[in-house]
Structure formats: C-alpha cells, structure tokens
C-alpha cells in the first residue's frame, strides 16, 4: 500500500495537481499592543526573513506581526487550511479577511493578485498558537488568467466524519475538499481544478485516537494520494509502518487501511487528485505553462501590480476585538456563522 515513504521537511513534498504545501506550527508568546512578540523578543532573530523555530516561532517576512506582507501571484491556487489562530488577509482587489480556528480559505489567484497573510497576536495575557497548512493547488492552462477571487469555508461548514473501529476508538476527518460517507465539503472556486468533477481532489485532515483503526475509501487509479504524518508516534499503513514525521505516496485504487499503533493521538494530512498533467514552469509566485508566460507575468506585476496596492501598509491587520469576517473585492461581507 505504501509505494513511497519520504522524510518531511519544509516544505512537504507534493504531486501534481499540487504544487506546494507547508505545514506552520508556531507557538508564539503574549502579543503586545501592536499584535506582535515583545521587541526584545525579536533581537538575533533575521528580522524579514525568520523561518529559524527559536523559542518555538517564526516570525516568516513579518517584521512586527508575524506573517508574510504584501506579495504577488498567478496562475495556481492558494488553500489555507487554518487549524488554530487567526489570519488577517488582505489583497490588491480591496478585499479582507479575519478567519482561523477550523476556517479554510480558497484562493484563486488566476490572472494576478497581490495578498497578505498575517498572524495577529491576540491574547496580551498567554501564548498565541498558529498552526495551519498552506497548499498550493495548480490550475489548468484555460483558467491560469481567470479573474481573482477568494472563498471562504468557515469551520461550521466543514464536514466532520466520526469513524469508530470495532473497539469504538475514533478517527476523526476534517472534509474540507472531497467528500466521504456521504459528506461532500463546500464548493470550490467555479475555476478550481478541484471543481471539475473528474479532478477528485481531496483535503482530508485525520486525527486518530490511541489504538484506532481506520479505513478509508479507494479513490480512481489515476488520481495521487498522498498522506503526512505529522503528529504522534506510529502508524501502520497496510502492511508497512510509518513514523512520525514522514510522508508516504500510497496506492490510490485500494482501501487505505491505517492503525495507530502509538501511544498519543495521531495526526495525519491527505492530500489526492488527479494530475492535471500539462508542463509546469514555475518561479516564485508565479506558475504557469511555459518559460514565456513567467517572463509575461514579470512584466505584468511590474507594469500594473497586479491592481496595486489599496492599503497604508504592507502588512495590515485588523482590531483586535475583530471577530471572523470577509468582504470580497464586490463589497460583499459575510461573518463567520456563530457557533
């Protein structure tokens, strides 16, 4: 069932139709008045380029609130997969955005946008966890220059499948692309390869109790499936074994047949599709078919930005009283159901 085990580092390995993913666990201290670590807490760190854990965080290109400031893609897929804490979003379109603690946020970069990510420090009185999968979701040549747009699956929507072995131990399974038992997650963007229903693109999220066995569906042959164990201790696969902290590619037509044979929970990513199969150039944010397109998008963000820039600085967060929100470049706003 295992075809291929590899070690995970940063980032994770990925087969088309995904193009990147990068799992961010940062236990970041009390946030001060600007939402950001105490600046004594920054000295010996590379302030605008710090992915070193010390002290258990990162504070990635931010400067005073960790996070990634204003920067550009095209032609792929951003899906942001927030499992604990909040991120303030904001892009050249003039849209915004506060969502995390089970939220998930589908981006559509298409034709070109300009965004932010940042990790806002809330609480003033204990520690800040941030943790969240970034993926990178490639989209077909037709719809690399789509108009850009984001989606919002707040945590509420999500679909969760409790699966009990004979025992009754559980496996939860966070839905959120793909569909299991009958549970479908919330549409993709109209665009996304995820929405063709040939793609069988799946976003699984697993977390397994001690002792648990669980089997999961065969997907179509020709579709990827690949799974990231990065929580626990071990975890049989089939009839092979897979340690924390590592990868496998796994046979997509059988049942995927896992047991955690470790002491502590086990937490494990899924990530499947379909590959979309055509040639991939990529450098930096930008994605598309050929060498000629890059070179395009270069010139593009240098000549327009993508729209510009809309906001005072490069990295705005909202108030810290702000709860959950969007309002997309229409002027469309929608809250995050109270739950």
């Known amino acids: 069932m295992i075809q291929e085990s590899v070690p995970l580092g940063f980032p994770w390995p990925t087969l088309d139709p995904f193009l990147f993913c990068a799992y961010h666990l940062d236990e970041y201290p009390a946030g001060n008045e600007s939402m950001g670590p105490d600046p004594a807490l920054l000295k010996g760190r590379s302030i605008g380029s710090d992915f070193e854990v010390r002290d258990g965080w ?25 499992r604990r ?3 303030d979003h904001s892009d050249s379109l003039g849209a915004t955005a506060r969502f995390g603690r089970g939220d998930c946020q589908w981006m ?3 034709s070109g946008i300009v965004h932010s990510e940042m990790f806002p420090l809330l609480d003033r009185e204990s520690g800040n966890t941030a943790e969240l999968f970034q993926l990178w979701l490639n989209l077909p040549a037709k719809n690399k220059m789509v108009d850009p747009a984001f989606k919002m699956l707040w945590a509420d929507e999500i679909p969760k499948v409790t699966l009990r072995d004979d025992a009754g131990r559980q496996t939860l399974v966070t839905i959120n692309a793909g569909s299991l038992e009958g549970h479908d997650a919330p549409a993709p963007p109209q665009h996304s390869w995820a929405a063709q229903p040939d793609s069988h ?3 699984w999220t697993l977390e397994m109790q001690p002792g648990a066995h669980a089997t999961l569906p065969p997907a179509p042959k020709e579709a990827h499936r690949m799974i990231y164990f990065h929580r626990g201790q071990r975890v049989a696969v089939g009839e092979g074994a897979l ?3 590592n990868a496998a590619l796994v046979q997509s037509d059988a049942p995927l047949m896992l047991h955690n ?3 502590a929970v086990a937490e494990i990513l899924l990530l499947q599709g379909r590959p979309i199969g055509e040639p991939v150039a990529q450098h930096g944010p930008f994605v598309m078919n050929t060498r000629a397109e890059i070179e395009q998008a270069f010139e593009d963000y240098r000549r327009t930005q993508f729209g510009g820039w809309p906001w005072k600085r490069d990295a705005p967060v909202h108030d810290r009283g702000q709860g959950r929100f969007a309002i997309h470049a229409d002027g469309r706003r929608e809250d995050a159901p109270a739950g």
């Open 58 to 82: 990162r504070m990635y290109h931010g400067d005073v609130v960790p996070g990634f400031p204003r920067h550009p893609h095209r032609g792929f897929e951003t899906v942001t997969v927030a």
């Open 243 to 245: 340690d924390v902290n």
């Open 261 to 263: 044979t470790g002491d």
């Open 85 to 87: 804490g909040l991120l």
């Open 108 to 110: 559509t970069a298409g």
């Open 201 to 203: 693109v799946a976003i």
